[in-house]
C-alpha cells in the first residue's frame, strides 16, 4: 500500500472488507454448489483461513500506520477490522496475534498516529476489539482485555474526576476571587483536556456497542 493512490486504497480496503464478511471462513455445507479452490482457500477450518485472516489484520494496521488522515480510508479500515472481529472464527484468530493487542494499546491509549483518527471511527475499533475478547471466552484472554482495556480506561476515567474534583475545590477555596476562578476553569477546559473526555467517552461508547 506504500505507492497507491489515497482512492486505490480505499478500493482495495472495501474488496478485502466485502471478501472478508462474505467468504472468509464460509461454511461450504450451507451452499449447494462451492468451488472446491475457494473451499480450500477461505472455507470454514481451511488451512489458508488463519493466514488470510492474520494477513487482513495486519492490513489494518499498516492503513492505521499510513492513512490516518485519511478519513475515507480510514472509514473503510474500522469497517474492515469490525468485520474481521464480529465473524468467531477470525475473531479467534486474530485475538491470537500480537498485532491485535498491540493496537488494543495504541487505540485505548490513544496514541499516534490513532490521535489522528476521527472519534467515530477510533469508536469502531474499540468496538472490533470488544467483539473479539467477547468472542473467546477463555479466562486468559478475559484477564487480558481487563488489563489491556477495562483497567486503562479505567485509569483514565478516575485521572478526569480527579481534576474535576480538583478545579470545584479550587473554586470554592476562592469563590471571592473571580480571576482565580477563571484561570482555573481555562486551565482545565483546554482543548487537550476536553480532547481527553471526547475520547474516553467514545471509548466507552465503543465497548457499549
Not at 480496503?13 to 455445507?29: H, V
Not at 486503562?152 to 480538583?166: D, G, K, M, P, Y
Request: charged letters at 20%; glycine letters at 2%; aromatic letters at 10%.
Amino acid at each position: 500500500f506504500e505507492y497507491i493512490s489515497v482512492q486505490v486504497a480505499v478500493s482495495l480496503t472495501w474488496f478485502i472488507r466485502r471478501l472478508a464478511a462474505n467468504y472468509l471462513g464460509f461454511d461450504e455445507q450451507s451452499y449447494k454448489d462451492v468451488s472446491q479452490t475457494l473451499s480450500m482457500l477461505l472455507g470454514k477450518g481451511s488451512e489458508m483461513l488463519e493466514f488470510l485472516t492474520n494477513y487482513f489484520l495486519s492490513k489494518v494496521v499498516i492503513n492505521l500506520q499510513m492513512w490516518a488522515s485519511e478519513s475515507d480510508v480510514i472509514k473503510e479500515t474500522a469497517d474492515l477490522f469490525v468485520t474481521l472481529s464480529m465473524k468467531k472464527d477470525s475473531s479467534l484468530i486474530i485475538i491470537r496475534n500480537d498485532l491485535f493487542w498491540t493496537l488494543a494499546n495504541d487505540v485505548i491509549t490513544n496514541q499516534m498516529p490513532i490521535q489522528l483518527i476521527n472519534e467515530e471511527y477510533k469508536r469502531s475499533l474499540i468496538k472490533g476489539i470488544t467483539c473479539s475478547c467477547l468472542n473467546n471466552t477463555s479466562d486468559e484472554c478475559r484477564l487480558h482485555f481487563d488489563r489491556s482495556i477495562f483497567q486503562i480506561l479505567n485509569q483514565r476515567l478516575q485521572a478526569i474526576v480527579e481534576s474535576i474534583h480538583t478545579l470545584i475545590e479550587q473554586i470554592k477555596l476562592n469563590t471571592s476571587n473571580k480571576t482565580h476562578c477563571t484561570n482555573a476553569l481555562q486551565t482545565f477546559y483546554t482543548e487537550n483536556v476536553l480532547s481527553q473526555i471526547s475520547t474516553l467517552i467514545n471509548s466507552y461508547c465503543g465497548l457499549i456497542e
